[in-house]
């Protein structure tokens, strides 16, 4: 398994959860992002940076996740691509995407994106609180433990 992460907009919080589990356990986890990241030196840990451009992140994680790894991102539709590939997506904020929640997620999402097209103010997600927090580290350890990495 190998964890990948949509790091240009992932809170910086939850990629320190991200990488303090990486290293505890030894799996290999990659930040890519389209700028350039630091991360503490470990075997376990890499950055990947991406031309800029509209969704080269997402497209990028798309063509290299393979069944079984686990994706950190908050971009539904690059979750969709994850579930697709027989990965795993988590959120930011807890929430762990699934074959069976994808598709409203998605079909949520596109029509937010509708509305703000005609110049509709949807309002953006919440700032991310200690309660999102200890909900990401939470599922992240039982998906792990389910897995047997921990």
């Known amino acids: 398994m190998h964890i990948w992460v949509d790091a240009d907009a992932c809170p910086t919080a939850i ?8 290293m505890r356990l030894k799996i290999s986890t990659t930040l890519v992002a389209n700028k350039s990241l630091t991360v503490p030196t470990s075997p ?12 080269v992140v997402d497209d990028t994680i798309a063509g290299l996740v393979q069944p079984g790894d686990l994706v950190i991102t908050a971009d539904i539709p690059l979750a969709a691509k994850v579930i697709e ?13 699934t074959a069976e929640t994808i598709g409203p997620r998605l079909t949520m999402r596109n029509m937010l994106d509708e509305l703000r097209s005609t110049g509709v103010v949807t309002g953006g997600p919440a700032p991310l609180s200690l309660a999102d927090r200890n909900a990401f580290a939470g599922q992240l350890d039982r998906f792990l433990l389910r ?3 921990v």
């Open 44 to 55: 376990y840990l890499a950055t990947m940076r991406v031309s800029h451009g509209f969704d």
């Open 85 to 97: 590939n027989g990965a795993t997506g988590l959120n930011p904020r807890g929430e762990l995407y």
């Open 147 to 149: 897995r047997g990495d």
């Open 15 to 22: 990629k320190e959860i991200i990488l303090r589990a990486a």
